[in-house]
């Protein structure tokens, strides 16, 4: 056996605990009981078991940190972060879309009103057209009689 398994149990679930909080988790651990059983070398029932009070003082400890706002696991606070992100990229793309639709309705409305208005002024000038050649005459006007008397 090594000689960390000669030591007190309860000292290495405690140098385990330390170690776990302070946020030097190794790879594939979390921050847990299925853990701190790994790291200490004792078993997960003997923990539960035996050392009721440490498991209790170790998820207590982990509760203070994450309600402190600290996450002794870099990795869960990575996962919480980048949550956030993407809820708040959710919100960004829904008004984003919002928007869009508006825009889109005003261009709908925009090109209708456009349209409407052109085929008035086409209406009126071919009704313009149609009167001129049969029914109104054009008036000379004093700028136009000045101009045939200088010639």
């Given at each position: 056996m090594t000689p960390e398994h000669h030591t007190d149990p309860e000292v290495r679930i405690r140098a385990a605990m330390q170690q776990l909080l302070g946020g030097n988790i190794p790879e594939g651990l979390k921050c847990d009981i299925k853990s701190l059983s790994t790291l200490s070398g004792v078993p997960r029932a003997t923990i539960y078991r035996t050392y009721p009070h440490l498991k209790a003082e170790f998820v207590r400890q982990r509760t203070d940190a994450h309600d402190a706002g600290q996450q002794p696991d870099p990795r869960v606070a990575q996962i919480e972060h980048l949550k956030t992100?993407?809820?708040?990229?959710?919100?960004?793309?829904?008004?984003?879309?919002?928007?869009?639709?508006?825009?889109?309705?005003?261009?709908?409305?925009?090109?209708?009103?456009?349209?409407?208005?052109?085929?008035?002024?086409?209406?009126?000038?071919?009704?313009?057209?149609?009167?001129?050649?049969?029914?109104?005459?054009?008036?000379n006007t004093p700028q136009s009689n000045a101009a045939v008397e200088t010639r």
């Amino acid at each position: 056996m090594t000689p960390e398994h000669h030591t007190d149990p309860e000292v290495r679930i405690r140098a385990a605990m330390q170690q776990l909080l302070g946020g030097n988790i190794p790879e594939g651990l979390k921050c847990d009981i299925k853990s701190l059983s790994t790291l200490s070398g004792v078993p997960r029932a003997t923990i539960y078991r035996t050392y009721p009070h440490l498991k209790a003082e170790f998820v207590r400890q982990r509760t203070d940190a994450h309600d402190a706002g600290q996450q002794p696991d870099p990795r869960v606070a990575q996962i919480e972060h980048l949550k956030t992100e993407i809820n708040d990229l959710h919100a960004r793309l829904s008004r984003r879309n919002t928007h869009i639709a508006e825009l889109q309705d005003f261009k709908t409305t925009a090109l209708s009103r456009i349209t409407a208005q052109h085929d008035e002024l086409t209406n009126l000038r071919r009704e313009h057209a149609a009167s001129t050649s049969t029914k109104i005459r054009r008036l000379n006007t004093p700028q136009s009689n000045a101009a045939v008397e200088t010639r």
